[in-house]
């Protein structure tokens, strides 16, 4: 069975740091690409980031770029998004989701971990 | 950056009603690559269609894609009451960035 399981999430000052985690297991992690994707509360989706399965292919959001570093890593089946400089806005729903390709759809999605952003 | 613009942004339906959801890009999507996620409350979304018209593992023949370029269709051709959810187009993989629309409330009437 695919399991996404994100974790890291929690309530964290403005401009401070966090580190997300995601947890794969039931498929073979480094034959697929991986993705952050958030959902700030009664909002639409937002992609964050994505990364091919070698860590060759790297995209950021506009709204991320130069604060938020996505990294995996294959042998421990797991993707990471070290988050710098937050701010309020980046409160939301933080789902980690994988795709076959960089550029394919992302076909199963984690359940997410909540960051919320306040003082 | 390729802008995404679904319309309506509230469909108020009943169950066998037919669904006729939007998208429109602010520029061609090549190849077709755009997809279609169902949301409900509480969960994480789930793909019914890629490549704009191929239909994801598991999802029933009531749900189609079509469309090019840069507009495109969502269809449910009778709805049931689990289709009740919020629907998002997503273009992806251009220039290694990935854009959703601001999604499609079906709700019942």
């Known amino acids: 069975e695919v399991q996404l399981v994100e974790s890291g999430g929690g309530l964290v000052q403005p401009g401070r740091s966090l580190r997300l985690s995601c947890a794969a297991s039931g498929f073979t992690f480094d034959d697929y690409a991986m993705h952050w994707v958030r959902q700030a509360p009664g909002k639409g989706l937002e992609w964050v980031s994505g990364i091919s399965w070698n860590s060759g292919s790297i995209g950021y959001a506009d709204s991320v770029k130069g604060r938020f570093t996505i990294s995996r890593d294959n042998a421990k089946n797991s993707l990471y998004l070290q988050m710098h400089g937050l701010r309020a806005e980046d409160t939301a729903l933080y789902y980690c989701a994988k795709a076959s390709y960089y550029d394919s759809p992302f076909d199963f999605w984690g359940q997410g971990t909540l960051v919320t952003v306040s003082s | ?109």
């Open chain 2, 1 to 109: 950056e390729i802008v995404l613009t679904q319309s309506p942004g509230t469909l108020s339906l009943s169950p066998g009603d037919r669904a006729t959801l939007s998208c429109r890009a602010s520029q061609s999507v090549s190849s077709s690559y755009l997809a279609w996620y169902q949301q409900k409350p509480g969960q994480a979304p789930r793909l019914l269609i890629y490549g704009a018209s191929s239909r994801a593992t598991g999802i029933p023949d009531r749900f189609s894609g079509s469309g090019s370029g840069t507009d495109f269709t969502l269809t449910i051709s009778r709805l049931e009451p689990e289709d009740f959810a919020v629907y998002y187009c997503l273009q992806y993989g251009r220039s290694l960035v990935f854009t959703f629309g601001p999604g499609t409330k079906v709700d019942i009437k």
